[in-house]
């Protein structure tokens, strides 16, 4: 059975960091394109980074871009997102996600067969 369980959310200031972690259970990770996306109240569910299946490259949105870093740890199946110099605009719902494909990342929320079931992330003074 496929699982995606996110953690590492939580309240922080602006300018902070926090790490999310994305446990997978049921498939390899390292085989599946991964992404992290972010639903801000009132918006759609958008791309914040993503890492290609094939060779591993990775896609950030121009909000995020040296801030953000995500990863994957290959022997214990998770995935992560690094995120330093947090603003306001971060505030949302963190979700991961994963689909079985052979070729390069994916930003479309519909793209993608797998999802966890969020974690909150709300920066704030």
Do not use: H
């Not at 990342?105 to 519909?110: E, I, Q, S, V």
Request: negative net charge.
């Amino acid at each position: 059975q496929v699982q995606l369980v996110e953690s590492g959310g939580g309240l922080v200031q602006p300018g902070g960091s926090l790490r999310l972690s994305c446990a997978a259970s049921g498939f390899t990770l390292d085989e599946y394109t991964v992404a992290w996306f972010r639903q801000a109240p009132g918006k759609e569910r958008e791309a914040v980074s993503s890492i290609s299946s094939t060779d591993g490259t990775t896609y950030y949105a121009d909000s995020v871009k040296g801030r953000f870093t995500i990863s994957r740890d290959n022997a214990k199946n998770i995935l992560y997102l690094q995120m330093n110099n947090l603003k306001p605009e971060g505030t949302g719902i963190y979700y991961c996600a994963a689909v079985a494909q052979d070729g390069g990342y994916l930003l479309m929320w519909y793209d993608y067969q797998y999802w966890g079931q969020g974690t909150q992330v709300t920066v704030s003074s």
